[in-house]
């Protein structure tokens, strides 16, 4: 028999042993109960999740285990990764991690392994790879990793390379011939040179001439060879929807003072405008597009299916549903609940099915559903079901067997935000424009009347603590932001409380620090909701304080500055039903703070809860 070498595999068989002694004498431990006892200490002991993951009989389950225990031991022990890597080798949620701890993990893999590993966190988080070329220039696979952060963020490439001479030498280096050319360009405006650098791979092909693409990055036209991109190729993707969603954004964010000129676009590139730009929407700004300039143009268009649930969810959230599914094909509805393989896909339904109120379009949504459910594979089936179980419960119709997993927990385990040393630890992040400025100098003027928090300058960055709470904010001017990431990331520390700040044109960036260690997250931006799920795949344990429609430095501030009072204080958990009350009390109802939406309240963070519940089952 093999000796047990380490205290780890001792512990495991030791765990092991106790569990199923007590499955022998009659106790209650089941499948469902190993699965509950690991997702509960793979944070805190995340060997022994790994050693006894192998115990359970769901592979989902096995799955759900392995990637707490990866997210675990990322930051803290590259080490214990390698040695399961076996394990988790080849699973899509491995780049969750953040740029620097898939680093650490890539330097001790071989090199096929380690270099695939490190493209897909560029891929994820190219702006730390454009900037902290350092940490990985030894690498021999450093010119690819630099290659991938530029192709997919060739926009963020181009304004580094205008004030950075080492990457304008390092663009040059690796012949991005048309991007070097346009950060050496004077007399061009950073938005210019950025939505040039869009087009630049066609440019540099001789696919567009300069001359075409310079007409292109006017307001009128840009937007619509977004779109045409977009629809056309899916080999930049994640870069195009990033700059469709960035570019709608700003279109409506000045809609009121300097409305956009959107007569010349037709009826998809409308729909895709308002599509991607939804989290700087509210009902004026989305039913005077809609009707006065989308509604003329629908008569009888498809669709494509590209946006088409977040569309959907919106014309209901805008009551516009019924004139929307009457101006276009029949089967527009049923083709929204289409095509739900993933979690993600699943929480894009839930929002179309939390935005409709009226029974008969709810009936369409349920046969649709039961319709695709029966017809796809196991997966899809589970998601399905959930969706269906949603809709009875809305209908007021018979429960399911599914209606079981949905619950109305409306607390907040704090135990969940500190590690094993007592501590929580936050990360804020701001951005570099005057809105981020303005929320920084905010967020400065809660902490600062307050004796109890300490403050700390490091230049691009502060650090705020109190008692057992650590707050790591970036300055909105300088790198600030890779500079807390490489501080987290030698320190093996994992913030547990994620918050954004700023404009929603700026979320893509901010959540490109966020880990799935976050156990809660806080979205101060414009219409937070729309990102949940973008959130929850990669912080699955998260609950979320989100906005439907405007935030503001107002509310964000005491609010998040109340959580953190009872944080100090030390409760076991906090109850946000009693929270949110008490909130509204001071903030006088003020309609503002409506539209901020508890976590109890949201309706996909509510499925992920009733799918994690499933899975436990």
């Not at 989308?294 to 209901?316: D, E, S, T, Y």
């Amino acid at each position: 028999m093999t000796a047990l070498r380490t205290p780890l595999e001792q512990s495991a068989v030791i765990f092991l042993f106790f569990f199923f002694a007590l499955t022998l004498t009659g106790a209650d431990c089941s499948q469902p109960d190993l699965f509950r006892s690991l997702r509960v200490s793979a944070a805190s002991n995340p060997g022994l999740a790994f050693d006894c993951a192998t115990a359970l009989h769901s592979e989902r389950q096995q799955e759900f285990v392995l990637r707490l225990a990866f997210a675990a031991a990322a930051p803290r022990d590259p080490d214990l990764v390698v040695k399961h890597w076996a394990q988790v080798a080849g699973k899509t949620w491995l780049a969750a991690a953040g740029f620097f701890p898939v680093l650490e993990i890539a330097r001790r893999l071989p090199a096929p392994e380690a270099r695939q590993l490190v493209l897909e966190a560029t891929r994820r988080n190219p702006s730390l790879a454009l900037r902290e070329y350092d940490s990985y220039g030894d690498l021999p696979w450093a010119g690819a990793i630099f290659e991938q952060a530029v192709r997919s963020a060739p926009d963020e490439a181009v304004s580094l390379a205008t004030r950075q001479p080492a990457v304008l030498a390092r663009l040059r280096a690796h012949q991005f011939r048309v991007l070097v050319e346009l950060a050496s360009e004077f007399g061009i405006s950073a938005t210019e040179r950025e939505r040039l650098a869009a087009f630049h791979q066609r440019i540099q092909s001789g696919e567009l001439s300069q001359t075409d693409a310079r007409r292109l990055i006017h307001d009128y036209a840009f937007f619509p060879a977004l779109v045409q991109a977009r629809l056309n190729s899916a080999d930049d993707a994640d870069f195009l929807d990033r700059l469709l969603a960035r570019t709608a954004s700003l279109s409506f964010r000045w809609f009121e003072d300097r409305p956009p000129r959107l007569a010349h676009l037709n009826a998809i590139e409308l729909y895709l405008l308002l599509s991607y730009g939804r989290a700087e929407e509210d009902d004026r700004l989305f039913t005077s597009v809609f009707d006065s300039l989308l509604l003329p143009k629908l008569r009888g268009i498809a669709l494509p299916n590209l946006q088409l649930r977040h569309f959907v969810a919106l014309a209901a959230d805008h009551s516009r549903l019924d004139v929307f599914l009457r101006a276009t094909p029949i089967g527009t509805l049923a083709r929204s609940m289409a095509d739900i393989h993933t979690l993600e896909d699943a929480l894009d339904a839930s929002e179309v099915i939390e935005n409709i109120t009226q029974p008969a379009q709810l009936m369409q949504a349920q046969s649709a559903i039961q319709s695709y459910r029966k017809a796809g594979e196991e997966e899809s089936s589970v998601f399905y079901s959930l969706l269906a179980a949603r809709i009875d419960e809305k209908l007021k119709a018979p429960a399911g067997e599914f209606a079981r997993f949905f619950n109305d927990d409306s607390r907040l385990r704090t135990k969940a935000l500190f590690d094993a040393t007592g501590m929580c630890t936050q990360r804020h992040v701001f951005h570099a424009d005057d809105d981020g400025v303005e929320s920084f100098q905010s967020f400065q003027r809660q902490y600062a009347l307050d004796p109890a928090w300490h403050w700390e300058d490091h230049g691009d960055w502060v650090r705020l603590s109190a008692d057992h709470v650590v707050i790591y904010a970036n300055k909105p001017v300088g790198e600030g932001q890779a500079a807390i990431s490489r501080l987290l990331a030698a320190t093996r520390t994992e913030p547990t409380v994620f918050v954004h700040r700023g404009h929603s044109y700026h979320v893509e960036r901010s959540l490109r620090y966020l880990t799935s260690a976050a156990h809660l997250v806080f979205l101060g931006s414009c219409r937070g909701l729309g990102v949940t799920a973008e959130v929850l795949l990669t912080a699955p344990e998260a609950q979320l304080i989100v906005t439907r429609s405007v935030g503001t430095a107002s509310v964000n501030d005491p609010l998040l500055k109340a959580i953190n009072d009872e944080l100090r204080k030390g409760v076991s958990s906090i109850d946000w039903q009693v929270f949110w009350k008490a909130q509204q009390t001071r903030f006088g109802r003020s309609p503002v703070f409506e539209d901020y939406i508890p976590p109890y309240r949201n309706p996909a963070a509510r499925l992920a809860a009733a799918y994690y519940a499933w899975l436990a089952s």
